[in-house]
Structures are given as C-alpha cells and as structure tokens.
C-alpha cells in the first residue's frame, strides 16, 4: 500500500519568513497530492492540491511542488504571518480508477509556528 | 452553501457502551469518507461509502466498528462496546466524484471520549 512521509513534524519560522514542508510518497499510482491545514479543534481545511499532470501549482503566499520521478512533493508559504500558524498535512490519492480508489494516505503532520 | 456536517461534536461514553457518528455529506456530494485522528497523530482512513453501498473498508478494525449511508439521512458510523483505545477525533469527508482523486472536503470532527 501508499506510505506517505512528511518532515519536518515541527517548523518554527519568523513572520515574514517563507516556509517548506515537504512529503514523499512510495506509490507510482498515486496522482492527486491535496494539502491541508488543520486548527487546534478543527477539521483539515483544503488550502491546495496538485495532479500528476502539472508540476507546479500557486495561489497566493502558497505553492505547491511535484515531482514524479523522484515520488516527492511540497508546500511553499512565502511572507509567513502568525495566522498560518497550524497542523498543516499532505496526502497521497489513487486514480479514481483505482481499485484502491477511496483510500487517501496522510502524511503525519508537521505543526507550523509562525513568531510574531 | 453549507459544509460537511458533523455531530454530535463532542461525545463521551463509557467503556462498553455505543458510539454513534453522524456525518451529512456538503450538498451534491454522494460519496461519504472516514478518517480517525489519535491525538497528535495523522489520518486514518477508515471506509469510503457511496450510497448504500461500501466500496472500501480496509481500513475499519473488523470486530465492534461498522458504518452506513443509507439512501436517505445521513451517514453512520458505528462502533460498539467502545473501549479507551477508541477515544479520538472522527472526521468524515465527502466528494463530489469518484474515488479520493476527487476533492475531499471535511467536517469539523467529532471527538469521543471513552472513560
């Protein structure tokens, strides 16, 4: 099955300062890499994902980075602000035509740490 | 348009009674997913549900834990004679397509507690 590695577990950055978190996978039929922030007592939030088509993907202060070949991926937050500050986690998903379909692989979380 | 729904939020039980986990899926969504949460821990995926049927539930403990979504109302996820081991986090997530190369989109939780 998917196994999904996540470093660092904890990241402390100044404001203003940008942030890398970054995942590998071990499955080669995995195509959609969705990104979530968590809030102390909150669901995951959907902040970005990606597909296997596209290298790169950005929306604002965040971006998102695959690379196929190498199985890895990652989140880029530039001008970190206190507000960022949460569980932030990557997560690996099969092909819709999959049998493996419904089954998300989470990364073990890294918590983001944003110093005023 | 409102998000996926959750409840009851918080729910405390005791060793060897029933938990039961409603989770109602975002508008236009027919595909319904849970995941546990230890604390300070990742997601677990746990089953992946259409309507009225399950299409993958590898990751549900096989003994105490069940889970539905019927045709109408929400879905369910069960677990019987619930043991400390059980306290967590539930969250359900649902999609609008097939599969998890779909969005997912989560509800807020709810956190069981086992005395």
């Known amino acids: 099955g998917e196994n999904v590695e996540q470093h660092p577990s904890t990241l402390s950055v100044q404001e203003g300062d940008s942030a890398v978190i970054k995942c590998t996978y071990s499955?080669?039929?995995?195509?959609?890499f969705p990104w979530y922030k968590q809030e102390l007592g909150k669901g995951p939030q959907l902040i970005i994902d990606?597909?296997?088509?596209?290298g790169e993907k950005k929306d604002q202060r965040i971006a998102v980075t695959l690379n196929k070949t190498a199985k890895h991926f990652s989140l880029h937050i530039t001008e970190t602000q206190p507000e960022d500050s949460a569980v932030y986690f990557c997560?690996?998903?099969?092909?819709?035509?999959?049998?493996?379909?419904?089954?998300?692989?989470f990364g073990d979380g890294t918590t983001l740490t944003v110093k005023p | 348009n409102a998000g996926v729904m959750q409840n009851p939020r918080h729910l405390v039980r005791r060793r060897g009674q029933e938990a039961r986990l409603r989770c109602s899926p975002m508008?236009?969504?027919?595909?319904v997913y849970w995941y546990r949460q230890l604390p300070e821990e990742g997601l677990k995926f746990m089953v992946y549900?259409?309507?009225?049927?399950?299409?993958?539930e590898s990751g549900m403990p096989k003994e105490r834990f069940s889970a539905e979504f019927p045709k109408e109302g929400p879905s369910i996820l069960r677990i019987q004679q619930v043991v400390r081991g059980d306290s967590a986090a539930y969250f359900c997530?649902?999609?609008?397509?097939?599969?998890?190369?779909?969005?997912?989109?989560f509800g807020p939780g709810t956190r069981l507690t086992v005395l």
């Open positions: 499955d080669s039929a995995s195509n959609y």
């Open positions: 990606i597909r296997s088509n596209v």
């Open positions: 997560a690996a998903s099969p092909s819709a035509y999959n049998t493996n379909a419904g089954k998300s692989t």
């Open positions: 997530a649902s999609s609008r397509g097939q599969g998890a190369a779909d969005t997912q989109y």
């Open positions: 549900l259409q309507k009225e049927n399950i299409i993958d």
């Open positions: 508008k236009g969504h027919s595909h």
